[in-house]
C-alpha cells in the first residue's frame, strides 16, 4: 500500500519568511500529486497538483511545488508567506489512473504577522 | 452547481445510535469517497465508490456502511456509533475513468459528528 509522509507537522513563521513543506510518497509507479489547503473551519481547497509534464508546478496564491522523481517527493514552496496562510496543509497521491487519493497527515502552519 | 453537498454539518449521538451522512453532488462524477479526519492523523479513507452500483472499502472501513444506488449520492451509514467514531467526515468527488483530462478530487464542506 502507498503511504504519504509529511514530515513537518507543525510550522511557525513570521510574515515574509520563506517556506518549504516536504512530502514523500511510498509509490513506485505513476502517481498523481497534489497539495491541499484547509484554512480554520473550512473544508479542504486544492492549491496546486501534478499530473505529467514540467515537475515544477505552480498553484494559487502565489505556491509553487517540485516533483524530483528520483526522491519520490512533492515538496511545497512559497517565497514569502503571509498571515492569511495560516492553515493546515496536506499532500495527497494516487496512482495513475486513479482519482481516490491517499493524504499524509498534515502540516499545520502559523504565520505571526 | 453547487459542486459536492454534505448534510447535517453538525450531528451529536449517542453511543448505539446508528444514522446516515448524506453526500451528493451534481458534477456527474464517477468516483466518490468518504475520509474522516482526525488530529494529527490526515485524512482516512473510509470507503470509496467508481460508479452507480461499486462500492469497496478503504482504510478505515469498520463500523461504516455504504452503498450507491445513483451517481449523485453517496450516503455514509453508522451502524453503531461508538465515541471512537467522533471526527470531522468529508465526502469527495472526481471525474474518474470517464474523463480524459486528469483533475482533482472535489470536497464537501464536512460534518462534524460527536458521539458521546
Known amino acids: 500500500a502507498q503511504s504519504v509522509s509529511q514530515h513537518n507537522h507543525h510550522v511557525i513563521l513570521s510574515e515574509a519568511a520563506s517556506l518549504e513543506l516536504g512530502c514523500n510518497y511510498s509509490y513506485g509507479g505513476t502517481v498523481n500529486l497534489f497539495w491541499y489547503v484547509q484554512y480554520p473551519g473550512q473544508h479542504l481547497q486544492l492549491l496546486l497538483k501534478?499530473?505529467?509534464?514540467?515537475?515544477l508546478v505552480k498553484g494559487i496564491k502565489g505556491f509553487e511545488a517540485e516533483f524530483i522523481k528520483s526522491k519520490f517527493s512533492f515538496n511545497l514552496r512559497k517565497p514569502s508567506v503571509q498571515w492569511s496562510d495560516t492553515a493546515e496543509y496536506f499532500c495527497a497521491v494516487s496512482r495513475g489512473g486513479s482519482y481516490i487519493p491517499t493524504f499524509g497527515r498534515g502540516t499545520s502552519l502559523i504565520v505571526h504577522p | 452547481n453547487a459542486g459536492v453537498t454534505q448534510t447535517p454539518k453538525f450531528q451529536v449521538l449517542k453511543t448505539g445510535q446508528s444514522m446516515t451522512l448524506q453526500c451528493a453532488q451534481d458534477m456527474n462524477h464517477e468516483y466518490m469517497s468518504w475520509y474522516r479526519q482526525d488530529p494529527g492523523m490526515g485524512l482516512r479513507l473510509i470507503h470509496y465508490s467508481v460508479g452507480a452500483g461499486i462500492t469497496d472499502q478503504g482504510e478505515v472501513p469498520n463500523g461504516y456502511n455504504v452503498s450507491r444506488s445513483t451517481t449523485e449520492d453517496f450516503p455514509l451509514r453508522l451502524l453503531s456509533a461508538a465515541p471512537s467514531q467522533t471526527s470531522v467526515y468529508f465526502c469527495?468527488?472526481?471525474?474518474?475513468?470517464?474523463?480524459?483530462?486528469?483533475?482533482?478530487?472535489?470536497f464537501g464542506q464536512g460534518t462534524r459528528l460527536t458521539v458521546v
Open positions: 501534478y499530473f505529467s509534464g514540467d515537475p
Open positions: 469527495a468527488s472526481s471525474p474518474g475513468r470517464s474523463i480524459f483530462m486528469n483533475t482533482e478530487a472535489f
